[in-house]
T-cell receptor
């Protein structure tokens, strides 16, 4: 089945130690998104790629970066994780314009 | 660790009853809306969508109503089943077909 796959499902890192989360898709969608979701809150859009075009949300901290080396893969880099960055990170894809997003099951990030 | 989240509003219904989940959206430029279902430990799953040129759309057991005058969206689930228990989010695009912003969410609890 075509899908959005996030690895790993659980990630533990140390305060201040860089961490990378990965997302892959078999849907061949143009747009890939990263959301942050904290406990009992809505997913919050961090940024998205439309093909190779990167679009950052105005309130996304500089600590968060992203890379998309090809259509299938997208990475979320957190350069110096703080305790407040502990959350579920969701990757999604869509085929523009105006089609619903397909989500992966997320990576839960814990900070020690 | 993770910061304490907000307490999600909860709707409790009896199995077989109809459920209505409401959402107030924020941006009058939004012209595309999506309802998602999120089960524990999983990513959001598409339920139904509606564009601003419509005020009602029906799917299988679900209906979405859109009132642009008061910026209000509702999701009606007919004959609610235990498998419908989840958190439900509405999302709006704020006029951009490639970006989606989530509302605060409602937890649906179906009692057998």
């Amino acid at each position: 089945d075509a899908m959005v796959i996030q690895n790993p499902r659980y990630q533990v890192t140390q305060f201040g130690k860089p961490v990378t989360l990965s997302c892959s898709q078999t849907l061949n969608h143009n747009v890939m998104y990263w959301y942050q979701q904290k406990s009992s809150q809505a997913p919050k859009l961090l940024f998205h790629y439309y093909d190779k075009d990167f679009n950052n949300e105005a309130d996304t901290p500089d600590n968060f970066q992203s890379r998309r080396p090809n259509t299938s893969f997208c990475f979320l880099d957190i350069r110096s994780p703080g305790l407040g960055d502990a959350a579920m990170y969701l990757c999604a894809t869509s085929r523009p314009p105006g089609e619903p997003q397909h989500f992966g099951d997320g990576t839960r990030l814990s900070i020690l | 660790g993770e910061s304490v989240g907000l307490h999600l509003p909860t709707l409790s219904v009896q199995e077989g009853d109809n459920s209505i989940i409401n959402c107030a959206y924020s941006n009058s430029a939004s012209d595309y809306f999506i309802w998602y279902k999120q089960e524990s430990g999983k990513g959001p799953q598409f339920i139904i969508d509606i564009r601003s040129n419509m005020d009602k759309r029906q799917g299988q057991r679900v209906t979405v109503l859109l009132n642009k005058t008061v910026k209000h969206l509702s999701l009606q689930i007919a004959a609610t089943q235990p498998g419908d228990s989840a958190v439900y989010f509405c999302a709006e695009n704020k006029g951009n077909f490639n970006k989606f912003y989530f509302g605060s969410g409602t937890k649906l609890n179906v009692k057998p």
